[in-house]
Structures are given as structure tokens and as C-alpha cells.
């Protein structure tokens, strides 16, 4: 469940505890942070080869200082070369299988979007 928050264009951090009958709660909680949805306007270069290796820069929205920001080409996952800001970072095309698109995102938890 999400919280209430009326800035969607920051991080809230949540405390997470337990319950099975709404009134005794686990001892202690862990924290969540639910981040803004990140947002990728534009990229460029938009090809390079097959072999992979050329440094793309996208730029976008929310991509944050996460330790688990991660860029995606398809289903392959990079780690950002940079970070320049919360609005543009550079990452490493990987090789691809064979010539085509793929699409390009970005996420703060490691795990590609689901979009």
C-alpha cells in the first residue's frame, strides 16, 4: 500500500512493521523508500554496433544517487559510467545478439521496470 504524500517528485522514506491482527505490531521495523517514477526524455547517440562499447548519455527526470541505479538495454543490464546529476548519466551500451532497437530504461532498485 502506498502512502499519502503530496510531492511526487521526491523520495519518502516508510517505516514497514508487522501485524496479523491489526492491534500487536513486530517489535522493531525495517525502512522502504518509495522513489518518483524516473523518466527518460532523450538519449544520444540513439545506434552504435553490434559489438557494443559506445558511451550513451540519457537524459530524463528522478534518476537520482541510488547505490542500485541501473540502465537497461532490453533485458541487459549496466551500470552507469556517470552520474552527473539527477537529470543525465552515461552508460555503456552492451553487445546486442544481432541489429535492431532496444528499449532504454533506467531504474533506482536494480530491477528493470515494469513498463
Same mark, same amino acid.
Given at each position: 500500500i502506498a502512502p499519502s504524500f503530496g510531492d511526487r517528485s521526491v523520495s519518502v522514506i516508510v517505516d514497514v512493521g508487522v501485524t496479523i491482527n491489526g492491534q500487536d505490531f513486530s517489535e522493531g521495523s525495517l525502512q522502504y523508500t518509495y522513489h518518483p517514477l524516473v523518466i527518460v526524455n532523450e538519449l544520444s547517440p540513439s545506434h552504435g554496433p553490434i559489438s557494443g562499447g559506445t558511451v550513451v548519455t540519457l537524459q530524463g527526470e528522478h534518476f &537520482?544517487?541510488?547505490s542500485d541505479l541501473t540502465c537497461w538495454f532490453g533485458t541487459t543490464p549496466v551500470t552507469p559510467l556517470v552520474t552527473e546529476n539527477s537529470t543525465e548519466i552515461a552508460c555503456d551500451a552492451p553487445p546486442?545478439?544481432?541489429?535492431g &532497437?532496444?528499449?532504454v530504461h533506467v531504474s533506482l532498485n536494480g530491477f528493470i521496470p515494469p513498463y
Open positions: &537520482g544517487q541510488s546486442a545478439l544481432r541489429p &532497437g532496444v528499449e
